[in-house]
């Protein structure tokens, strides 16, 4: 309601399926999603990159594409690849587990590094395909220069808000499925 254009954009179907997933097995916010699909919020890069290039690769896979809009900025350190940082995530609780704090601490910095680039390549992936592709005016995310599009940093904190509410509400019940009735 604050940002009526707003748009979030992805690559490939996995959150849209895993917010279905969550959604359903639930039943927690399933109008609100609804919502979201139904207005098409959610624009799937993967789709439009199918649709708009074509590439001298062997898949279009995010990290394939990066040399063509991130310039020198391409990815560091250990976590480069969606499966380490499941990995990784599953060594770090681990070590939390193990009171392992240090250990823990390092390998947190690393996911959210992981995270970070995530986000920045694909909001560059976006611009990239507005401005050298040559996607239609008014194609999702365009707005009317008005200035009230949402930052990213908007975003992450309504983002982390959102996320704690949910927190709040999933664990103030034993039933989570109770929790929507």
Known sequence: ERWPDLHIYH??????TALKRLAGRYGMFEPELDGLLRDRVFVDLYSVVRRAVVVSQPS?????????YMGEELREGDVQKGDVSIAEYHLFRLDR??????????RLKELED???????STQRLRDWLRDTVGLPEGWPGEHDGSGTEPTLSDLAVERARLAAQLAERATSVEDPAAAHA
């Open 11 to 16: 690559y490939a179907p996995y959150e849209t």
């Open 97 to 106: 587990e193990r009171s392992d704090e240090e250990s823990a601490a390092t």
């Open 114 to 120: 992981y995270n970070a680039y995530d986000c920045l």
């Open 60 to 68: 279009y896979s995010i990290k394939k594409l990066e040399p063509l």
